[in-house]
């Protein structure tokens, strides 16, 4: 069993990492024009092809009016695409454009990249205890 202190140490690591990601997560998604909520809706709908507003409401946390003001914003520049389900009109689909793949794929380069860094953050021991 750790001791009670080499668990406040890597939960104190995991804090600093946990904000730096954060930060750097926000910054690339600001250079590509995104928020964080758009970065993370983009993901979302392609990960999940064809799903509706109702359940990117389920992964953002919004209420639905926010969740599909954010489908919106992103159909208006052309990174994804809003129909009309097949099984019930008053349902929204979502799928992501191929300029939303290009987009997405250059945040996801961006976000491989950024881990590189955090290995300036922490010294050798403070990794070894993060491992």
């Known amino acids: 069993m750790p001791a009670e202190n080499d668990v406040l140490a890597v939960a104190r690591i995991l804090r600093i990492a946990g904000r730096e990601i954060t930060r750097r997560r926000d910054s690339h998604a600001a250079s590509l024009g995104l928020t964080s ?43 994804i695409e809003i129909s009309v389900s097949e099984k019930d009109a008053r349902a929204r689909v979502l799928n992501i454009t191929p300029q939303g793949v290009l987009l997405h794929d250059r945040f996801l380069n961006m976000g491989a990249e950024s881990l590189e860094p955090l290995r300036e953050t922490f010294d050798d021991s403070e990794l070894r205890e993060l491992r």
């Not at 092809?49 to 208006?76: K, N, Y």
């Open 37 to 79: 909520s758009q970065a993370d809706a983009l993901t979302f709908i392609r990960e999940h092809p064809g799903c509706m507003i109702a359940d990117l409401q389920g992964r953002v946390g919004s209420s639905h009016q926010a969740a599909r003001t954010l489908a919106e914003r992103l159909r208006d520049r052309d990174l």
